[in-house]
């Protein structure tokens, strides 16, 4: 082969080379909430179970595109106005279990909604939209007259750590509880995909640590030492950015889905949440 014609060949090389990744990033880009998001549904045996939690209470809320969505409020037994806890789960998590760990924090109410698409949620879940309807399960809870509205504090897992941020900068709360979560979710998936050009293509970029700088409220951070989905090197990126105070609670041996199996986790949620109730946040995990 001549050098003209080997030079032309290593160009149409090159050329369906660079021809294939371009057609991935466009596939990428195409389905990434089929990627971001994944519905789980709720299994009938599971809905029977939540119904029968002594103290729930159905929501139905619709959202301004008219989609219902599902949830629950888990009331405790005294009587209210109760400190409100709302739970936000991750991309793949069907979040009825949450109001069965009710025990791990007495005193306080629980309510909690299915994402767009899980659950017998309708719709199609992305950032804006978990944004739009988390400030409306808030606005709902809030004037109610048993609820404190002065006591609401926001519990995200995961993803739903950025909606939390979220809504604390859309919304008054008491304090915010992140459990493994991240500076941003363009951060996370470029660690993953690092031959992506991420920031040119993820839409939802629920990007925490641009708020974290304003943000006032106490917060929680509960993070697995092992985390090979969300390295801590993110949730810490967001706790040195955070303003108001803030405490980091690392529990080794544990990854992304089992933390809360660690006999601290519950000890540190029930002490956080105890010191928003009685006005001493922040003070040292017992």
């Not at 003209?4 to 389905?31: C, F, K, P, Q």
Request: hydrophobic letters at 45%; a positive charge; aromatic letters at 8%.
């Amino acid at each position: 082969m001549t050098a003209a014609g080997l030079a032309s060949a290593l160009l149409r090389i090159a050329l369906g080379t660079t021809g294939a990744v371009m057609l991935l990033w466009l596939l990428l880009y195409l389905l990434q909430e089929r990627l971001l998001f994944q519905p789980q549904p709720l299994a009938d045996a599971q809905r029977t179970a939540t119904g029968r939690l002594p103290g729930t209470e159905t929501l139905s809320l619709v959202s301004p595109e008219g989609h219902t969505l599902r949830g629950w409020l888990r009331k405790p037994a005294q009587t209210g106005p109760w400190p409100l806890l709302l739970y936000f789960g991750g991309n793949a998590e069907e979040v009825s279990h949450i109001l069965a760990e009710q025990a791990a924090w007495p005193g306080w109410a629980i309510a909690t909604l299915n994402y767009r698409g899980f659950g017998d949620s309708q719709g199609e879940a992305g950032e804006a939209a978990l944004r739009a309807d988390a400030l409306l399960l808030y606005d709902h809870l809030s004037r109610r007259s048993d609820v404190q509205a002065n006591r609401i504090v926001a519990m995200g897992r995961s993803m739903g750590s950025g909606v939390a941020v979220a809504l604390a900068a859309e919304r008054k709360l008491s304090g915010l509880v992140l459990i493994t979560p991240y500076d941003s979710l363009t951060a996370v998936a470029q660690r993953h995909y690092r031959w992506v050009p991420v920031r040119w293509l993820l839409r939802h970029r629920f990007d925490s640590a641009a708020q974290a700088p304003q943000r006032q409220e106490p917060a929680l951070f509960l993070v697995a030492g092992e985390d090979q989905l969300i390295p801590k090197a993110h949730a810490q990126r967001l706790h040195d950015a955070w303003r108001g105070s803030k405490i980091w609670v690392e529990l080794p041996n544990t990854g992304h889905g089992d933390l809360s199996s660690a006999p601290v986790y519950d000890a540190a949620l029930r002490s956080f949440l105890q010191g928003i109730a009685q006005g001493t946040e922040g003070a040292p995990i017992k």
